[in-house]
């Protein structure tokens, strides 16, 4: 792969974040495939990064949908993660199967059914205990419903007979599932065991009875497909599943019993032999099996019956087998025979008499060529294949003339063409031979001049010294040159020894400048076109892969008239005043080159960097000689043309930067810009992390710049930019300290409250201070009312800016993590917040098992309680594990924590720890009775306390799950709250009483019946007693009775009129249940209703009318009543009802 379009191969978040910012298909199929094959290798990526890849699909391509269901069926069907992992990962795997089964085609349907089979025993255990999960539910509900679709369609093909087996699979797991067991989880040792009886009898979605029967539905499917089908493989897959039922749901053992015993092959009746036996054999598996393991219970009988049946069947079948092949072998081997029969008998001598024929009427003649050799020679020719009658022909039979005569009547019937190859080939197969003397041999090539002349080393112009003065060529020897000039005479010489060559014609300097730039021109043409003729697809004047390669001699010769052709030292005979004139040829050469390397750029990068190597190197002698100079502004020229069509894919810009012998500060803003555009940041990336590592004079600067991008406003930059920084980290890097230091002045901002300067907001508000002065006023100014400085002014997104790349390095950086929990107390509150949210996915992706993050919350630094909090809060949104729980019971004992810490890791408790920490749980609601603590209290008491089955109070009734024994009562969680009002506070208990009262399915009025009957038995009457007792009374008006006629009197004996607090609500309480309490407030001592009948009028009113009505025909006792009330004295003439009931003592 690419080392700048993507991250270290190590780096599984990485790769996945490049991978869905690739530029094209092919690319994220690429990155796609190495993820993986990374989670092949270190499957401990996978769990980290699943569910973010589950929600990918609504806008996957195709080539990331392919790729999301072999990521499911690697992690759910191949066994690469334990079964735990699995099982806290499956809640993502229904809507992504629910998505591939709906798909047309069903292209991924088979995988996808397959880990949904995996998945779905974890999937209802979440359900059954977690009862908000009435959505999940119903998306499970639709894939089954799809798959029965699918499983009763008719649609055919070897791809829906792999979805049906498919489905097989998940109908057996649903039908595991949706089934009670018999057996004892504890004692076999089956707690994964996932079965019917684990539903709670008042769950909102899931009825027992109704997933019993439709288990029961399916079971009768698989059944019947094994009689009907004829498609043994189907066949197989229903008997095999059938056997797994009744070996792990022994109810269930009949029903298959009775269908393994009744089956015979009548639906096969179409398939062949070899089918039909794979089928037996599996049948026959099966029998042994559920003999074995004790599945067929009373059916061990007609099972024995069934395999003797079978052997007797399945050996009738091969032998009718056997007698129809033998039968149809004989038949073969007649027919066989009588055709070798016929053939035999035609005569030999045929063939011969054709081809002797055929040679007379040719008019062959008789060769005088040898005949041994020649016959050699043809031998190891390849002769076309002959037809069978010539094949059996014997050629030795015939006379050696003969035969050679037929030989050279073939060949005069061919082309010259053909019969010139054919010698060509026999030469070079006659082994010491000698050439056929009517064929002269090969003329020799003849040699060209250069073949004459004496060999010269070549010299490569890069290998020269730019500064190195040129040597002059220096003269022969004296005898030498007269041999030469002998030698060179020859006949005509003479006539050239008064010749003069005539003065070459003077050019306008605009004919000479078309000249040259013709000449330079034609040159880069041809030698473009040289290049390609060798066979170079693509032209790269300089082969990169070899580091001394040289460069072509025309590209060296165009780059040196640019360079160095017209400099005003490389001419020696003082003609200054020309020299001058030709120096602004050079920048027309350099526009031409400039020209050709910006029609290919991808095929003449090579050119380009000599070019620029070049002038880099004359630069140096300019600057010592005070001229202008051409490198960095002919760089930048290139650069601004390459970036106006870049590609993402254009690895050569990556290259050509690399190979510059200087790259300034200018270009290197200008490969800044290919990091700003999407379509091109992946390589812009690229290009700035190999810089940053392969040149360190631009490595400062590069570094400082991709860096500022980490705290950029825009997310696909600031995550690219991390990326890249996080990738320096790590193996020693030379960037490591840089890296890490700037993430920890990002962490002192976030303490100071503080922006960096060189912040983009920060900067774009000094950039508005410093407009126009009437520009200033027409704005308001910064320190009016209302207005807020952009340094101090932290945002949701200015927190995460600043903290990114902190939280990205936390995972190679252990130690960084700690750094945030220790500066996080000095933070002020508003980047508290928003640092508890931000931190939340590096916490869900390190995982609740993570070492380091269990000692750090272990230990976490004084003032960081709220971010540990949230950090635990993460961690257990998924449910609480056994480290987790452990964790949280050791904070609580060493430590002062915040009560919030107990709330999740409540129901993984047993019930005397339960009623340990719940005080501590409900004064939550001291500190703040906020809706979200109020709501927070009522989910621990849906999670810890049970709901009494119907009938409460007059039945016995076992609760159906074991995790129940662990749960509290009713009356034991309204029993705490009163007892231990004074630890949780008067307050917090009142409002966990009114709490109480809003769980109306678990507090019904006989369930509080029974616990005021059983807290007004205690010594001492809690404060919220009576406040309890008038919430029941309000809440159930059934309940005025009871309280009225026996909880009041009990009150009375306990003197209840001796605690103010409690005699203010028991009057209350009377008043509210009144006038069936008149009864009850007649027991009370005389001080005690005239108490009553001085504070509440009504109540006063009420006793004197049940008085009169029970005083009977005493008018002496009744006018003491009355006096008592305050009343007035009735005449002893005036008659009273008669009344039966008895007369109430005031004493």
Not at 417 to 431: F, I
Not at 819 to 843: D, R
Request: glycine fraction near 4%; charge should be neutral.
């Amino acid at each position: 792969m690419d080392s700048t379009l993507a991250p270290p191969k190590q780096d599984a978040l990485a790769l996945f974040s490049s991978a869905l910012s690739a530029p094209n298909a092919d690319v994220e199929s690429r990155m796609l495939g190495e993820l993986y094959a990374l989670f092949e290798s270190q499957p401990s990526n996978l769990p980290i990064l699943f569910p973010s890849i589950v929600p990918l699909l609504d806008r996957a391509r195709e080539t990331l949908r392919k790729w999301i269901v072999d990521v499911m069926d690697l992690a759910f069907c191949k066994g690469v993660i334990n079964i735990e992992t699995r099982n806290s990962l499956a809640m993502y795997i229904p809507e992504a199967v629910l998505s591939f089964v709906r798909e047309p085609g069903l292209p991924y349907a088979k995988p996808a059914i397959q880990c949904f089979a995996s998945a779905y025993q974890a999937v209802f255990r979440q359900i059954c205990n977690d009862r908000s999960q009435v959505g999940q539910w119903k998306v499970v509900e639709a894939i089954k419903h799809r798959l029965v679709e699918m499983f009763d369609s008719n649609h055919g093909g070897h791809g829906s007979i792999g979805i049906k087996v498919a489905i097989i699979k998940a109908y057996q797991r649903i039908i595991l599932v949706q089934n009670r067991t018999t057996l004892d989880a504890r004692g076999y040792g089956r707690n994964d065991d996932v079965h019917l009886g684990m539903v709670p009898p008042n769950h909102p979605v899931l009825r027992a009875s109704l997933l019993e029967a439709e288990a029961k539905k399916l079971l009768t499917s698989v059944v019947t497909l094994q009689f009907t089908s004829n498609n043994t493989d189907l066949v197989m897959a229903a008997m095999n599943t059938l056997s797994t039922l009744a070996k792990s749901r022994p109810a269930l053992g009949k029903i298959v019993c009775e269908a393994m015993v009744s089956w015979t092959p009548v639906s096969l009746a179409g398939c062949s032999y070899n089918r039909i036996r794979n089928v037996e054999k599996t049948l026959r598996l099966n029998y042994f099996h559920l003999l074995k393991h004790s599945a067929a219970g009373s059916y061990d009988k007609q099972i024995a019956n069934a395999i003797e049946a079978q052997k007797t069947r399945m050996e009738a079948a091969s032998i009718t087998y056997n007698q129809a092949r033998d039968a149809e072998a004989k038949r073969k081997r007649d027919h066989l025979a009588d055709e070798i029969a016929a053939a035999s008998k035609r005569p030999k001598l045929e063939l011969a008499t054709a081809v002797l024929g055929s040679a007379a009427a040719q008019g062959v003649t008789q060769s005088t060529h040898s005949p041994q050799e020649t016959a050699r020679a043809f031998m190891n020719q390849r002769l076309p294949q002959m037809n069978r009658a010539a094949a059996s022909f014997d050629v030795t039979t015939l006379p050696l003339q003969l035969v050679v005569d037929l030989v050279i009547a073939n060949l005069q019937s061919i082309s010259d063409e053909t019969l010139q190859a054919a010698m060509q080939r026999t030469r070079a197969n006659l082994a010491g031979t000698q050439p056929v003397d009517d064929i002269a041999p090969p003329l020799d090539a003849p040699k060209g001049p250069a073949a004459q002349l004496p060999t010269e080393a070549v010299v490569n112009p890069l290998k020269m010294d730019v500064e190195e003065v040129e040597l002059d060529n220096l003269p022969l020897p004296a005898a030498e040159t007269v041999d030469a000039d002998e030698e060179a005479i020859g006949p005509g010489s003479k006539l050239l020894e008064n010749f003069e060559l005539a003065a070459p014609e003077v050019l306008a300097p605009t004919q000479a400048l078309e000249l040259v730039k013709g000449a330079v021109g034609r040159m880069c043409k041809c030698g473009a076109q040289d290049w390609t003729t060798l066979g170079q697809q693509d032209l790269d004047l300089v082969d990169l892969s070899r580091p001394l390669a040289e460069p072509a001699l025309w590209a060296s010769l165009v780059i040196r008239l640019a360079t160095r052709g017209f400099s005003p030292t490389s001419n020696r005979d003082g003609h200054e005043e020309v020299n001058n004139r030709l120096i602004n040829y050079s920048q027309d050469i350099r526009e031409v080159a400039h020209t050709f390397v910006r029609e290919n750029p991808k095929q003449r990068i090579g050119f380009a960097n000599y070019w620029l190597m070049e002038e880099w190197a004359c630069d140096r002698q300019r600057r010592k000689d005070g001229e202008g100079q051409h490198y960095e502004r002919l760089l930048l020229s290139l650069l601004d043309g390459f970036l106006q069509n870049i590609d993402a894919k254009d690895r050569w810009l990556a290259t050509f930067v690399l190979d510059l012998p200087e790259l300034p500060a200018t270009a290197v803003e200008k490969i800044k810009r290919i990091c700003m555009d999407k379509a091109t940041m992946p390589l812009g990336f690229g290009i700035m992390r190999d810089i940053a590592m392969s040149r360190p004079p631009a490595r400062k600067a590069v570094s400082e710049i991709l860096l500022r991008m980490t705290r950029s406003t825009d997310g696909l930059l600031r995550r690219g930019a991390i990326t890249s920084a996080r990738a320096w980290v790590g193996q020693g890097s030379a960037l490591e300290g840089t890296v890490l230091a700037y993430a920890r002045d990002s962490l002192q901002c976030l303490v100071q409250g503080m922006k960096a300067p060189d912040d983009e907001e920060v900067t774009k508000a000094d950039g508005d201070q410093e407009e126009p002065k009437e520009k200033k006023e027409e704005q308001p100014s910064m320190t009016q009312e209302g207005e807020s400085d952009p340094v101090t002014t932290w945002s949701q997104l200015d927190v995460l800016r600043y903290l990114e790349l902190d939280l990205a390095l936390c995972i190679k950086v252990p130690s960084l993590l700690n750094e945030i929990f220790g500066a996080y107390p000095s933070m002020p509150t508003t980047i508290q917040s928003a640092v508890e949210k931000h931190i939340a996915p590096l916490v869900s992706s390190m995982g609740p098992n993570n070492p380091k993050l269990q000692a750090l919350l272990r230990n976490f630094p004084i003032g960081a309680d709220t971010l540990a909090l949230s950090v635990f809060q993460v961690l257990s949104d998924k449910g609480s594990s056994p480290a987790l729980v452990s964790l949280v019971k050791s904070l609580v004992s060493e430590r002062d924590v915040d009560p919030r810490f107990l709330v999740p890791i409540m129901p993984d408790l047993s019930k005397t720890e339960i009623l340990k920490y719940l005080p501590r749980v409900i004064s939550i609601l001291n500190a703040c009775n906020t809706e979200e603590n109020v709501d927070l209290v009522k989910s621990v008491f849906q999670s810890i306390v049970v709901t009494p089955a119907e009938g409460f109070g007059s039945i016995s009734t076992n609760l159906p799950r074991l995790k129940h024994t662990e749960l509290l009562t009713p009356t034991e969680l309204m029993g705490l709250l009163h007892r231990q009002e004074n630890e949780i506070g008067i307050k917090a208990a009142a409002q966990a009483v009114e709490i109480c009262f809003n769980l109306t399915t678990v507090f019904r009025s006989e369930v509080l019946g029974a616990i005021l009957n059983q807290i007004v038995e205690e010594p001492t009457l809690p404060t919220i007693f009576l406040r309890t007792v008038i919430r029941a009374v309000d809440r159930y008006r059934s309940l005025s009775t009871y309280v009225s006629g026996n909880l009041l009197s009990r009150l009375i004996t306990k003197k209840i009129w001796l605690d103010p607090q409690l005699w203010k609500g028991f009057i209350l309480c009377a008043k509210k249940t009144a006038p069936g309490s008149y009864g009850a407030l007649a027991q009370l001592p005389k001080e005690q209703i005239k108490d009553v009948a001085l504070s509440n009028p009504d109540l006063k009113t009420g006793l004197q009318e049940y008085f009169m009505r029970r005083a009977g025909n005493n008018p002496a006792r009744l006018n003491s009543v009355m006096e008592l009330l305050g009343g007035d004295a009735i005449p002893a003439a005036t008659p009273t009802a008669q009344t039966a009931s008895p007369v109430v003592s005031l004493t």
